[in-house]
């Protein structure tokens, strides 16, 4: 697991149980009390926790709408540059599915200057924020709240039935050599999943630190989504084959105006 990874795991704990010892961040990890204590060291540095005798906990001046190691510096900079490349898809007058990544936040800029946009999405926070920020006609699909912030479980995937959209941008923690689009959380899956069968284009938000990377739920694979925009081309020659002319890593690669009604 990358730090990155491990940063995200131990933030989602602590929203949800407030506070967390070492001993048990590292049961829940897998990995070293060192390593555990590496990254709240690192963590507590940047303001998003604050440590405390055996462990750590979320300081109430913590940002609580878009947790703040999405703003961390390197992946910031790699999801900003996918989303101005992603814009080029977006259109007026046009119905779109995002679902509960943190990748899709970055989109916000670029959906403020749109007309006559629906947006269906599973984040309370993604709703807040267009509510805040857009014109756009917002429709939060019901379903048990995961993590304070997401909407699973049977009646969420009730809930996307009831739609059909135009677009769907999301995105994923791993994407292998054998095209296989992978997750660490289940419950985001079976949403993923329907909003994909109730799109008629799907856009795969993905940086670049998720290639050739394998986890525990399959979502999909690359033959059910339309477009891959991501900051960089893999490395893996494999993969980069696999891709192919989904990938997309710059305005000039973008469909004309395919995507318009």
């Known amino acids: 697991m990358l730090q990155k990874e491990r940063f995200d795991e131990i933030y989602a704990i602590l929203k949800e149980r407030n506070s967390a010892t070492v001993q048990f961040l590292q049961k829940r990890l897998f990995?070293?009390?060192?390593t555990i204590r590496r990254d709240l060291e690192a963590m507590e540095k940047a303001g998003l926790i604050e440590r405390v005798w055996g462990?750590?906990?979320?300081?109430?001046?913590?940002?609580?709408?878009?947790?703040?190691?999405?703003?961390?510096?390197?992946?910031?900079?790699?999801?900003?540059?996918?989303?101005?490349?992603?814009s080029g898809l977006l259109r007026d007058n046009s119905s779109i599915f995002i679902d509960s990544s943190t990748s899709c936040y970055h989109l916000i800029p670029y959906l403020k200057s749109m007309k006559q946009l629906t947006v269906i999405t599973s984040s309370l926070?993604?709703?807040?924020?267009?509510?805040?920020?857009?014109?756009?006609?917002?429709?939060?699909?019901?379903?048990?709240?995961?993590?304070?912030?997401?909407?699973t479980g049977h009646v969420a995937v009730s809930s996307v039935r009831e739609y059909y959209a135009d677009l769907m941008f999301f995105s994923?923690?791993?994407i292998s050599a054998d095209g296989c689009l992978s997750s660490v959380e289940s419950r985001v899956v079976e949403v993923s999943r329907e909003m994909m069968g109730h799109s008629a284009q799907k856009i795969l938000?993905?940086?670049?630190?998720?290639?050739?990377?394998?986890?525990?739920?399959?979502?999909?694979?690359?033959?059910?989504?339309?477009?891959?925009?991501?900051d960089a081309a893999?490395?893996?020659?494999?993969?980069?084959?696999?891709?192919?002319?989904?990938?997309?890593?710059?305005?000039?690669?973008?469909?004309?105006?395919?995507?318009?009604?």
């Open 125 to 151: 926070q993604m709703m807040q924020l267009l509510l805040e920020h857009t014109s756009a006609s917002v429709h939060l699909i019901g379903g048990q709240i995961f993590e304070n912030n997401i909407m």
């Open 205 to 230: 938000l993905c940086d670049s630190s998720k290639f050739d990377k394998k986890l525990l739920w399959h979502l999909a694979d690359i033959e059910d989504i339309s477009y891959v925009v991501s």
């Open 234 to 261: 893999p490395k893996n020659p494999d993969l980069a084959a696999v891709l192919g002319k989904k990938l997309i890593t710059r305005p000039s690669q973008l469909p004309s105006r395919e995507l318009d009604r």
């Open 31 to 34: 990995v070293s009390e060192a």
């Open 172 to 174: 994923c923690s791993g």
């Open 55 to 86: 462990g750590a906990t979320i300081p109430s001046s913590v940002e609580r709408d878009i947790p703040s190691f999405v703003r961390d510096k390197t992946n910031s900079e790699q999801k900003a540059r996918i989303a101005s490349v992603a």
